[in-house]
């Protein structure tokens, strides 16, 4: 109980800004961080959540509440996931042999292809987050059932050579708990409304294609590709869920 009590706090510390109380690391509690991750996510999709709560009552303009909800998720995780999209998108977009887009994927430097998708990123995730009132709901659920999907690549899925994960054995447990995670999580999305269930189908198909796609160019995953899903994740259930908002009557 110790040992996962301590692979939450260091799953908080490495994936989260939060000014939380730091706890010894424990090499024999890094598998179990993966396991924690969903919770990690609800934790920063409660905090997400907030503010689309107070925004009706506040009567603020619409472009208030995309800047405000587009910026939070990335504040929240000190750009952590951002920073894995910035370098896997550079890789992947150089179009050179994989051996070069490894190279590439581990260059501290950022390239033009990186901008412009990051440019690209935010206008998109302001666009639909001001586009109307958001379910504080959905926020919620999100970024659990998106960091159900980093959880299940991490322990399914081939890591790359230079990856943290390469010499790391994990429970064999963890993947069908996040699994069932994953289910629930998406059916509480179809109870609190329709376009809040299809807006997490979308983040799911989201963070399907993009770790296909990333996984089929750099040959394996790591901690840049699955920051680079998961930001792509939560972009495609925000773009489901605004458009699911205003095509199907409520």
Same mark, same amino acid.
């Given at each position: 109980?110790? +040992?996962?009590?301590?692979?939450?706090?260091?799953?908080?510390?490495?994936?989260?800004?939060?000014?939380?109380?730091?706890?010894?690391?424990?090499?024999?509690?890094?598998?179990?961080?993966?396991?924690?991750?969903?919770?990690?996510?609800?934790?920063?999709?409660?905090?997400?959540?907030?503010?689309?709560?107070?925004?009706?009552?506040?009567?603020?303009?619409?472009?208030?509440?995309?800047?405000?909800?587009?910026?939070?998720?990335?504040?929240?995780?000190?750009?952590?996931?951002?920073?894995?999209?910035?370098?896997?998108?550079?890789?992947?977009?150089?179009? +050179?042999?994989?051996?070069?887009?490894?190279?590439?994927?581990?260059?501290?430097?950022?390239?033009?292809?990186?901008?412009?998708?990051?440019?690209?990123?935010?206008?998109?995730?302001?666009?639909?987050?001001?586009?109307?009132?958001?379910?504080?709901?959905?926020?919620?659920?999100?970024?659990?059932?998106?960091?159900?999907?980093?959880?299940?690549?991490?322990?399914?899925?081939?890591?790359?050579?230079?990856?943290?994960?390469?010499?790391?054995? +994990?429970?064999?447990?963890?993947?069908?708990?996040?699994?069932?995670?994953?289910?629930?999580?998406?059916?509480?999305?179809?109870?609190?409304?329709?376009?809040?269930?299809?807006?997490?189908?979308?983040?799911?198909?989201?963070?399907?294609?993009?770790?296909?796609?990333?996984? +089929?160019?750099?040959?394996?995953?790591?901690?840049?590709?699955?920051?680079?899903?998961?930001?792509?994740?939560?972009?495609?259930?925000?773009?489901?869920?605004?458009?699911?908002?205003?095509?199907?009557?409520?």
């Amino acid at each position: 109980m110790r +040992r996962l009590i301590t692979a939450l706090g260091m799953c908080l510390g490495m994936f989260t800004a939060l000014p939380l109380p730091k706890l010894p690391w424990r090499e024999d509690a890094r598998p179990w961080m993966p396991l924690f991750l969903p919770l990690t996510g609800l934790l920063l999709g409660l905090l997400w959540a907030i503010p689309a709560w107070l925004f009706p009552s506040w009567n603020l303009p619409l472009t208030v509440q995309g800047i405000v909800l587009c910026a939070l998720p990335f504040l929240l995780t000190g750009f952590l996931h951002l920073d894995g999209f910035l370098d896997v998108s550079d890789a992947i977009g150089s179009w +050179r042999d994989r051996e070069t887009r490894l190279k590439i994927l581990k260059d501290p430097h950022v390239g033009s292809m990186a901008v412009a998708s990051c440019g690209l990123l935010l206008l998109a995730q302001f666009a639909f987050l001001s586009a109307g009132s958001v379910d504080g709901r959905f926020l919620l659920l999100l970024p659990a059932l998106s960091r159900c999907g980093s959880a299940l690549a991490v322990t399914t899925l081939p890591p790359l050579p230079t990856s943290q994960y390469q010499a790391e054995k +994990r429970p064999r447990v963890i993947p069908w708990v996040v699994l069932g995670t994953a289910i629930l999580l998406t059916a509480a999305g179809f109870l609190c409304s329709l376009p809040c269930g299809i807006g997490l189908i979308g983040a799911l198909l989201g963070y399907g294609l993009a770790l296909w796609q990333a996984v +089929r160019a750099l040959g394996g995953v790591s901690g840049d590709v699955a920051g680079y899903a998961l930001t792509l994740s939560e972009l495609s259930g925000i773009a489901f869920y605004t458009l699911a908002n205003f095509l199907i009557p409520c």
